[in-house]
């Protein structure tokens, strides 16, 4: 049998072309995509494809385009071996992120590619990274399984879990990493799946689909030097649910009163606040300073190793299950589908 992959086109510079006026760079059609890489037609499977109309810079993503690559996933699950998505790098890892918690049950490949250069530069990065994309959508284990059966994101020499996936460059070839957590794959002369580090969902039903993500989240990034009137203002956002704390190192913050009481009077209002380090490495160790410590004491909760794209997703994904803010919490503390070591 032939594998079987859809391709699902969403935009990003891999299919971009200049435009001769402005001299920008603006998405371009999937014949455009095509043309310029032939060699896909000397891989021996089926690829269909379906594509935004219009493809979008991935700047433009919101959460109901996540809905629309997960109803082309959904719609297709039957009739296809793997997905492969082609996004912008810009919003990748907070696509890949929202999918995997969507995408309930997954049991199938979804890769997530693009490229810094488009598709039809001399030197573009492209047309290795979507013929790699379809090479791993397409690979089985010994048993005959898909090898991938989770969202990953293919980028020059890595297959990353998407849900642990973060930009790290804006200019360089190998544009993602995952700080926390191993590849999945290495890619080089061959593509060596690291088999023990992919995710198997325990669950044996069939997939599906939540498409209502809540976006009453936000992010707070503490900086030194900010005020109490600043912090004030963010915290009574009207309609907040969930906020996702950028916190300093192992997960501190000021100590001050001003601070500590504003944290405290949040969570007494009811609103979830996840505790999230800025370091791209490492996560949160909320007793080990007394700095930290006072947001645990304060009702913040540990984020861990987790992202912020995953933080963010897995908030919306949960306030949109219609879950209660106590139920909520119960599920961050939780790796749901590999996104945290807890
Ligand atoms: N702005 C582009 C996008 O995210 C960048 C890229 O694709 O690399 O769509």
């Known amino acids: 049998m032939r594998p079987r992959i859809l391709i699902i086109y969403t935009g990003g510079t891999i299919g971009m072309m200049e435009n001769p006026v ?22 021996d499977y089926d690829i269909d494809n379906i594509q935004f109309d219009p493809p979008i810079d991935s700047s433009n993503m919101n959460p109901s385009h996540w809905g629309d690559i997960a109803r082309a996933i959904e719609e297709n699950y039957d009739s296809f071996d793997g997905f492969v998505v082609l996004h912008g790098t810009d919003t990748m890892a907070y696509t890949a992120s929202a999918l995997s918690f969507m995408l309930e049950n997954l049991h199938k490949p979804v890769i997530i590619t693009g490229s810094q250069l488009p598709i039809g530069e001399v030197r573009t990065d492209g047309e290795e990274n979507l013929i790699t994309a379809l090479q791993v959508a397409a690979a089985t284990t010994t048993t005959g399984e898909a090898m991938v059966q989770e969202v990953a994101i293919l980028f020059e020499n890595y297959l990353w879990r998407g849900n642990r996936s973060t930009k790290m460059s804006a200019d360089n070839f190998n544009a993602f990493k995952s700080n926390n957590y191993p590849p999945l794959a290495n890619i080089g002369l061959g593509i060596t799946f690291i088999e023990e580090a992919l995710y198997r969902s325990p669950s044996k039903r069939p997939l599906k689909v939540r498409y209502n993500m809540d976006t009453s989240v936000m992010t707070i990034d503490l900086n030194p030097g900010m005020t109490e009137g600043v912090l004030r203002h963010l915290l009574v956002t009207p309609g907040i649910k969930g906020i996702v704390l950028r916190t300093y190192g192992a997960g501190n913050s000021p100590t001050d009163e001003w601070f500590v009481s504003l944290i405290r009077d949040a969570v007494e209002r009811g609103i979830v606040i ?4 800025q370091c791209v490495n490492g996560g949160v160790h909320s007793t080990l300073y007394d700095t930290g410590n006072c947001l645990t004491q304060a009702g913040v909760l540990s984020g861990h190793d987790i992202t912020i794209e995953a933080a963010l997703t897995k908030m919306m994904y949960l306030f949109g299950l219609g879950l209660n803010g106590e139920t909520v919490k119960k599920y961050l503390n939780c790796a749901l589908c590999g996104e945290v070591t807890i």
């Open 22 to 43: 402005t001299h920008t760079l603006q998405p371009f059609d999937f014949t455009h995509l095509m043309d310029n890489v032939p060699k896909v037609k000397m891989l």
């Open 274 to 277: 996840l505790n999230v380090t």
